[in-house]
């Protein structure tokens, strides 16, 4: 009995341990990385950064410039002011590296590639949404789907007509990629919200696709690979 006992003993012992082990590796680890921009570019190969999922990611930006970084994959977007420390703080929630794309002051552009805004991978009956500012007057956003780059949709925005509150759009692959309504009118302040109906992969993104907008694009921005 007593044999029996010391036996059940270390079982439950390990048990614990194992599971207490298991609860550590869960727990939330802070990453911090320096990022140096000079004359509107990322330094040191540092345009990709590598988190894992549960990460505590805080970025410090340091620039001789004023400009804005947008975070692909993640829907964040930071001004940073030249020559002050800039902070930019956030959760990962996914394994994977993430390509820091910089617009420089003089140059941004609603056209421009996720300048505004970009969603995750989605599927087919996931959603997605934007709020347009309020401030954002008798402006066109075109946007497309990273994921093909084949067609682009626009959102007019406008101060006399136009949806307002909640304006839907169904994102199909019936007859080729295709968005209705296309355009969609909108007044500022609505809430755009893309419902996925194709079976395809679809990332709605900001800008023109990258051939049409006259950018490089090399390979698949945003999640690269997960590990």
Not at 117 to 125: D, I, M, Q, V
Not at 182 to 211: F, H, M, Q, Y
Request: net charge negative.
């Amino acid at each position: 009995m007593k044999i029996r006992g010391f036996i059940l003993l270390i079982l439950s012992t390990t048990i614990f341990l194992g599971i207490s082990c298991n609860d550590a590796t869960q727990e939330i680890t802070e990453k911090e990385i320096i990022i140096d921009i000079k004359g509107g570019n990322v330094l040191n190969a540092q345009e990709k950064i590598k988190v894992n999922k549960g990460d505590q990611v805080k970025l410090v930006f340091n620039s001789d410039e004023s400009l804005q970084i947008h975070l692909h994959g993640y829907d964040i977007q930071k001004d940073v002011i030249a020559n002050q420390e800039t902070v930019l703080e956030f959760l990962a929630d996914a394994t994977g590296r993430f390509r820091i794309t910089v617009h420089e002051e003089e140059h941004f552009s609603h056209s421009d590639h996720a300048a505004l805004f970009e969603s995750a991978t989605l599927g087919k009956g996931d959603k997605y949404s934007y709020q347009v500012p309020k401030d954002m007057k008798d402006k066109t956003i075109p946007y497309h789907n990273h994921m093909t780059h084949k067609n682009y949709a626009e959102i007019v925005i406008s101060s006399d007509q136009g949806l307002s509150g909640v304006a839907i759009v169904k994102v199909t692959n019936n007859n080729g990629e295709s968005y209705d309504p296309n355009p969609i009118i909108v007044k500022p302040g609505t809430l755009i919200e893309w419902e996925i109906v194709s079976d395809e992969k679809v990332r709605i993104t900001s800008g023109l696709p990258p051939a049409m907008g006259h950018e490089g694009h090399e390979g698949h921005e945003g999640h690269e690979g997960h590990e």
